[in-house]
């Protein structure tokens, strides 16, 4: 468990963080779980980008951005729970194009 979040599948990794398909036990649903890496807790640029990316993507509402749902922090990792398109659908996105996929999960 990381906070309200029950850990699943690794779905992909970047340079900032980890993402993961996860069950928020709070609300009942699937999310996917962004973690950031270790070694930007202490870089506070990296953690201001983080943040201005979220607030970024939660002022947005279009089908090819994923909704933000919180932004938090557990045991000091800065996290965000986001909607979590179904595999197929991202297989099917990522065959129509791969820049589209890709920046869903940014």
């Not at 963080?17 to 070694?39: P, S």
Request: glycine residues 6%.
């Amino acid at each position: 468990m990381v906070g309200p979040f029950e850990i699943g599948a690794l779905l992909g990794a970047g340079g900032m963080g980890e993402v993961y398909r996860a069950l928020d036990t709070a609300l009942g649903r699937e999310v996917a779980v962004k973690i950031l890496h270790a070694d930007t807790l202490h870089d506070p640029d990296r953690l201001h980008r983080f943040r201005k990316e979220a607030q970024s993507a939660a002022s947005l509402n279009h089908p090819n951005i994923l909704a933000i749902y919180s932004v938090s922090e557990h045991e000091a990792y800065p996290l965000s729970s986001l909607s979590c398109w179904k595999e197929r659908i991202c297989a099917n996105a990522f065959a129509e194009s791969a820049f589209r996929c890709a920046s869903a999960w940014i």
